[in-house]
Every structure is written in C-alpha cells, then in structure tokens.
C-alpha cells in the first residue's frame, strides 16, 4: 500500500528546497528591481488527501512583482540565453540544497507586472492565500464578486473550442508521446471545478483558496459525484503515472482520459445554470 503521507512529506520538503533555489537565483538575477516575490496555488496550500499535490502534475506558483515595468529580459541582446542561464542555475542551485529529492518540482514564474491593467480578467490572489518569499506583498484591487463568477462561466465556456481541437492532437499519440498533451491539459484541468463551483457560492474568492479534497467534498455535495470522480481520478492516474517512474502507457492514457473528460462534464453542466 503506498504510504501517502510520507511521499507528502518529502515532497513539501522538496518545495521547500525549489522555493529557496529561486529565492537565490531570482534576487541575483534582479535584485533591487523586485517589489515582492510569493508563492500560491495547490503546492502552498494545506494537503488533506493525495489529491491536493501531485509530483510533476501540480505546479509551484510563483509569482514575481518587479518595482519597475521592464520585462524579465529588457535589453537583453539574446533573450533566450539569459533565460536558459537562469534555468540552468535554478536547476544547479535546487540539487545543491537536495541531492536526492523524491521529485524536480515543477515551478510556474509568473510576471504579476504584465497582467496588471493590461489583462480584464485577472483576478490578484487575497493576501492571506499567498506565502511571502522576498518582500512584503500588497493586496491588489479586486473585482466584484459577479465580475468573478462571470469570467469563471466565460472560461468554462472557452474550453468548448479546445475540447473539439484536442480529438486530432491525441489520436495519433501514445505512452510518453502523451506528455505534451498531459501538460496542456493540466492547467485546464485544475481550475475547472473551481470555476464551477463559484457559480453556486457567495465567496468564489473563498473557493479558489480550498485545496483539491475540500473541492471533491463541495462538488458531492452539489450532487455532481461524476466531476468529482474524474477530478479525482485525474489525480490518483498521475499518482500512478509518478510512481512508474512514467513507464507506464496505461497511467498516460489514464491520465488523459480523466482529464478531456471532465472538462466535457464541466463544460455541458456549466451550460445548465
């Protein structure tokens, strides 16, 4: 039986060590330029069950806000080698701290710089759901709790287009072929039953904070026990998938199916309300 709660725990530490690589390396990289640097999401947040992080699947948010509004690279001659660079020290910098981690976490940058006042629908995280990693965040303006629910109908909705486009990027694919799709669809994957649970809550600022179990629970509770299945099983395949040292073809296609899967569920209820 595989013993969860000890994978979590050298998993977490691996997160930590993934934190602490990019702390270093992104204030060598910009130094005074950075206003604060936090993480968020699935691998920040308290786990309850296997489904709340998942190795390689799950993402470690981190968002950077530079003082000024020049991008990550702004003047650099060749982009792409400082950015290379930058990984590569990442990378050195996380096995010197852990030479032996149960995984390479999997980070996500995100330059909070270039979605303020430029992007509609960007909602800021509330200051209590983020974890300071370099400075003091501040809380961002937020919008109207119906301005939220209405850009989580928009891009439930959205995901009609994509669910009819990915038939012809998957038919041809198999064992670790998949894992391009597997990535395309992972941050499709998780955000879907958040969107459609906002519907139906008051705080959908409270929802986006709740961790994947207390997800699984609000959807039983809504009486849409098929989504929360294969949200679940979404997870348990990558679970799987991590534990063959992804040499399974099986736990790929798995993972996939559960995935298309439940954004089609999602898609169809969201259309009902």
């Keep these: 039986m595989v013993d969860f709660a000890s994978l979590h725990k050298s998993a977490r530490h691996d997160i930590r060590m993934c934190i602490q690589a990019w702390s270093e390396v992104l204030r060598e990289a910009f130094g005074d330029r950075i206003e604060c640097v936090y993480s968020k999401g699935s691998a920040s947040k308290n786990w309850d069950s296997p489904i709340?992080?998942?190795?390689?699947?799950?993402?470690?948010?981190?968002?950077?806000?530079?003082?000024?509004?020049?991008?990550?690279?702004?003047?650099?001659?060749?982009?792409?080698?400082?950015?290379?660079?930058?990984?590569?020290?990442f990378e050195e910098r996380f096995y010197e701290l852990e030479p032996?981690?149960?995984?390479?976490?999997?980070?996500?940058?995100?330059?909070?710089?270039?979605?303020?006042?430029?992007?509609?629908?960007?909602?800021?995280?509330?200051?209590?759901?983020?974890?300071?990693?370099?400075?003091?965040?501040?809380?961002?303006?937020?919008?109207?709790?119906?301005?939220?629910?209405?850009w989580d109908r928009e891009n439930l909705l959205d995901l009609e287009v994509y669910l009819k486009e990915v038939a012809m990027s998957v038919v041809d694919r198999a064992g670790f072929d998949f894992w391009s799709q597997i990535r395309r669809i992972c941050w499709r994957v998780s955000p879907a039953p958040v969107r459609l649970i906002t519907q139906k809550h008051e705080n959908p600022y409270e929802v986006w904070a709740w961790n994947r179990t207390q997800l699984t629970e609000r959807l039983v509770d809504m009486g849409l026990d098929r989504i929360e299945h294969l949200y679940r099983e979404f997870y348990m395949a990558g679970w799987n998938l991590f534990l063959s040292e992804f040499t399974d073809r099986h736990h790929f296609r798995r993972v996939v199916d559960n995935g298309l899967h439940l954004l089609h569920e999602c898609v169809e209820f969201v259309k009902t309300l």
């Design 52 to 89: 709340d992080y998942v190795p390689v699947l799950s993402d470690v948010d981190i968002h950077i806000h530079l003082k000024d509004n020049d991008g990550f690279f702004e003047g650099k001659e060749v982009p792409f080698e400082d950015a290379l660079a930058m990984s590569k020290a």
């Design 100 to 150: 032996e981690p149960l995984h390479f976490p999997r980070p996500q940058l995100v330059h909070v710089n270039e979605f303020l006042g430029e992007m509609e629908n960007f909602v800021p995280p509330l200051i209590e759901h983020v974890h300071p990693i370099i400075g003091t965040p501040k809380q961002m303006p937020m919008p109207s709790t119906e301005k939220v629910k209405k």
